[in-house]
């Protein structure tokens, strides 16, 4: 059973369209982190929340930490192909320096 | 190079025959993670080490799964008697572990991409 589950799982969209991913877990969480991966590569850490309720904006994309610290979404606006990839959600609970990892969501930005 | 460096990037081998996977972190980073990842879908945490500290391995799927981390820097991953379903990309990560606990980013390898035929 997955900690942390994302949805959607898979994601077609045009470039120009927005869109949100979300990770949801029943468990609370000290902080969330999202990681973007490209084929062939390891994660790389886009963003790290660690208040409930912060929400941090990096260029067009925007993320938000939920109040009770058992969420997160992923907000990309006016998507562009070189954001394709799978993005991760990983959670770290109870201030240990072990991350969970979600499911994965794969985006397909197409021109 | 200064990153996460993993070995083989690549390994095929016959159901039953044992396999190592090599680890490289970046210099000076405390903390090691194991993960696998099975058709580009989420990672699952297998074992994570810290400083010198007992090693967390409760996520480590059988017996036949076993890591070490010799002197607080090179790793390696050991699968014994293999299986089919063991096929997957094996990721380390390592992290330097200070400031808030869960805030440190976590650096990636690229992987091994491991086939039980």
């Known amino acids: 059973t997955q900690l942390l589950e994302q949805s959607p799982q898979f994601l077609s969209i045009q470039e120009g369209e927005n869109l949100t991913v979300y990770c949801n877990s029943s468990?609370?969480?000290?902080?969330l982190q999202w990681y973007r991966q490209e084929p062939g590569e390891g994660p790389v850490l886009l963003v790290t929340?660690?208040?409930?309720?912060e929400v941090k904006k990096l260029k067009r994309l925007t993320f938000q930490f939920g109040d009770a610290r058992k969420d997160s979404s992923l907000h990309i606006t006016a998507a562009q192909t070189g954001d394709t990839g799978l993005y991760l959600c990983?959670?770290?609970?109870?201030?240990?320096?072990?991350?969970?990892f979600g499911s994965g969501t794969k985006l397909n930005v197409k021109p | 190079g200064a990153g996460v460096s993993q070995s083989p990037s690549n390994k095929v081998t016959e159901k039953g025959k044992d396999v190592e996977l090599r680890c490289d972190p970046i210099?000076?980073?405390?903390?090691l993670y194991w993960y696998r990842q099975s058709l580009g879908q989420g990672l699952e945490f297998l074992i994570y080490?810290?400083?010198?500290?007992?090693?967390?391995k409760s996520g480590l799927p059988s017996d036949r799964f076993s890591a070490e981390r010799t002197g607080g820097s090179v790793s390696t991953l050991t699968i014994q008697r293999t299986q089919q379903e063991d096929s997957a990309v094996y990721l380390c990560?390592?992290?330097?572990?200070?400031?808030?606990?869960?805030?440190?980013?976590?650096?990636f390898g690229e992987g091994s991409r491991l086939t039980v035929l």
């Open positions: 990560a390592s992290s330097l572990a200070r400031g808030l606990a869960g805030t440190g980013e976590l650096f």
């Open positions: 468990s609370v969480f000290s902080s």
């Open positions: 929340v660690v208040t409930g309720g």
């Open positions: 990983a959670g770290a609970r109870y201030n240990f320096n072990k991350f969970y």
């Open positions: 210099s000076g980073h405390t903390a």
């Open positions: 080490f810290q400083g010198n500290s007992a090693p967390d």
